[in-house]
């Protein structure tokens, strides 16, 4: 009994400290407006990957803030590519939003992101880390 309850004490320990995603604190901009502390999470699985925003605003008078996911995106070594990805908010694609030719860097604690979003320049630039 005692050998078991080991055994699940150790399996849920090791899923506990299992990583859930690089998590990632930067500026998102878009167009001339700029969202700054915004927490990001890239999950990798192979050579794809989940982009998530947390709490962002895409637009100063904007009431409400959102978590956006851009999925399928490519990673080839330290580069993270798309050359098409409608974002999704609340399980809703958004197609207005469209993010073209997405390209970018994960480095060293670093991710750097470039794209265009519904015709706009739009750009992520994170350390590694957690908001405070």
Wanted: charged share 20%; glycine share 10%; net charge positive.
């Amino acid at each position: 009994m005692k050998k078991a309850s080991l055994l699940v004490l150790g399996i849920a320990l090791l899923l506990a400290a299992a990583p859930a995603g690089a998590q990632y604190v930067g500026t998102m901009a878009i167009g001339s407006y700029a969202d700054h502390n915004v927490e990001a999470t890239l999950r990798v699985s192979g050579q794809q990957a989940t982009l998530t925003l947390h709490r962002v605003k895409f637009a100063r008078m904007m009431p409400v803030r959102v978590d956006m996911q851009l999925s399928g995106l490519r990673v080839q070594g330290d580069s993270v590519l798309a050359a098409r990805v409608v974002p999704m908010s609340k399980g809703k694609p958004y197609e207005k939003y469209l993010v073209t030719v997405l390209r970018g860097r994960c480095s060293a604690g670093h991710l750097t992101l470039r794209a265009t979003m519904g015709g706009k320049p739009w750009s992520y630039d994170g350390r590694a880390g957690r908001s405070q």
